[in-house]
């Protein structure tokens, strides 16, 4: 839980110099999306008894709804002993008297990471936090990363048209009328790691995702096994080490609150050591897979064939299962 959420964050001092503890914190935490908070329309959120429209990309399949009108914005004080905090609107609003910069930190992460999955039990649109900032004593703060890893490609008008033409080429030449299937699969499962990347409110929103749609990628070329990979791997000339610290680390990470349940919380020097690995990984896939594809191009690479595409007895199976859950629900399903 929190694997990849847990960044290492600073309380940067905007005005007023270095504040002294104890001291009377405010708390200023910024989330989205607005609807829920009556704030805005959109989403899946809308006005009970007021007229909306619906609408449906079909070209996404994403549906919204919009009110004529919002509801009135969310104001909810609740006041402890020592504590006070309000919602008003999109912004939640803590006041408390801390006796030291942890006892703040421990304040503002709890809030930060535990109030959006707790209302998003009950919300239709999933909320999340958006900016931290605040005062403590007269000096103001914003919270922030410490640090952070980005990858930039440099790139031309003429390069991005080579790359256009050469993926038409894969397309046509390397992947077409079901060759080559598990190439296909694993540019498949990269695309869907580098989606979860982008797609998220940050790049480590869903990393554990990514992991394990990083390790179907190794799969999807070489089999289902680490040794099966091990072997792949090797046939393109990856060293022992390579293999291992660079693509094997990343399967057994699948079982590192990615494809397993993890309760555990790491310290802050675990979470920069995991997360400056996970990051560096899609640059590493797409290598493998820029690889792959000139090795299977040239005939040094041959990747094992499936030649029958449809489902097998098992899956057939457990879409059986799938059909008739459906059927169940749609009976149960309370009449309006």
Known sequence: ??????????????????????????????????????MGVGGRTTTRAAPATASIDANTGHATIASATPFDPVDVTVEYQNMAVQM?????????????????????????????VILN?????????????GTI?????????????????????????????????????????????????????FHVACRLRAAGDSPWEFMGEALV????????????????????????????????RSFILVMVLRQFDAGHVMLSIMTDVQAVSLNRYVQGREQRFRTLLQRVTAAVAAGTCQLEQREALTLDAKEEALLSDVEAANRFEEQSRPST
């Open 1 to 38: 839980m929190l694997t990849y959420r847990l960044q290492r964050r600073r309380f940067r001092i905007l005005q007023g110099g270095v504040p002294s503890f104890p001291a009377p914190v405010h708390i200023e935490m910024h989330l989205g999306p607005p609807p829920p908070f009556g």
């Open 88 to 116: 008003k609107g999109d912004i939640l609003t803590v006041d408390v008297t801390c006796t030291d910069l942890q006892e703040l930190q421990g304040l503002v992460e709890t809030f930060y990471h535990l109030l959006p």
């Open 121 to 133: 039990v009950d919300f239709g649109d999933p909320p999340h936090v958006l900016r931290v900032s």
């Open 137 to 189: 004593g007269q000096s103001s703060f914003i919270w922030e990363l410490v640090e952070n890893y980005a990858e930039f490609y440099p790139t031309t008008t003429e390069k991005q048209q080579h790359r256009i033409i050469d993926a038409r080429e894969r397309m046509t030449g390397l992947i077409s009328e079901g060759k080559n299937r598990r190439l296909a699969a694993a540019y498949h499962y």
């Open 213 to 244: 749609n990083l390790t179907k990628t190794l799969q999807a070329l070489f089999g289902e096994s680490r040794d099966d990979v091990r072997v792949g791997l090797g046939s393109l000339g990856y060293s022992k080490e390579e293999i291992e």
